[in-house]
C-alpha cells in the first residue's frame, strides 16, 4: 500500500497564499503521476491540478497563474504553492497518486488518495 498524506492546509484571508504538501510513503517504484483535487462546499470534486513524473504540469483555468504544483523525487512529496487566495478556493483539497509499488514478489500499480486537508479562505 502507497499511503499519501496532506498538510498545510488552514484558514488564511483572501489574497494570502498556503503551501499545500502530500507525501507519499510506501513500497514505492516510481510515482508517475500526482494531482491535487478540491471539493467545494455542495459542487462536485474539481481537478486543480497535474504533475507528471517528468514534471509536466496542467492546471485548472480556475486556478492558472496562481497556483504551482511541484515535485520533489527525492523526498516523494508535492507541493501545491497557492497564492492570491479567493474565497471560493475554499474547499478540502485532496491528493492522488498513481505510480508503481514493489509487491512481495514483483510490482504492480496502485492509486492512492490521501485523507483531505481543509483550506478555508475569507473574504
Known amino acids: 500500500q502507497v499511503h499519501l498524506v496532506e498538510s498545510g492546509g488552514g484558514l488564511v484571508q483572501a489574497g494570502g497564499s498556503l503551501r499545500l504538501s502530500c507525501a507519499a510513503s510506501?513500497?514505492?517504484?516510481?510515482?508517475?503521476?500526482t494531482d491535487w483535487y478540491r471539493h467545494l462546499p455542495g459542487k462536485q470534486r474539481e481537478a486543480v491540478a497535474a504533475?507528471?513524473?517528468?514534471?509536466?504540469?496542467t492546471y485548472a483555468y480556475s486556478v492558472m497563474d496562481r497556483f504551482i504544483i511541484s515535485r520533489d523525487n527525492a523526498e516523494n512529496t508535492v507541493y501545491l504553492q497557492m497564492s492570491d487566495l479567493k474565497p471560493e478556493d475554499t474547499a478540502v483539497y485532496y491528493c492522488?497518486?498513481?505510480?508503481?509499488?514493489?509487491?512481495?514478489?514483483?510490482?504492480?500499480?496502485?492509486?492512492?488518495w490521501g485523507q483531505g486537508t481543509q483550506v478555508t479562505v475569507s473574504s
Open positions: 504533475i507528471s513524473e517528468g514534471c509536466a504540469r
Open positions: 510506501g513500497k514505492i517504484v516510481r510515482i508517475d503521476s
Open positions: 492522488h497518486a498513481q505510480g508503481i509499488q514493489y509487491l512481495t514478489r514483483s510490482r504492480g500499480p496502485f492509486d492512492s
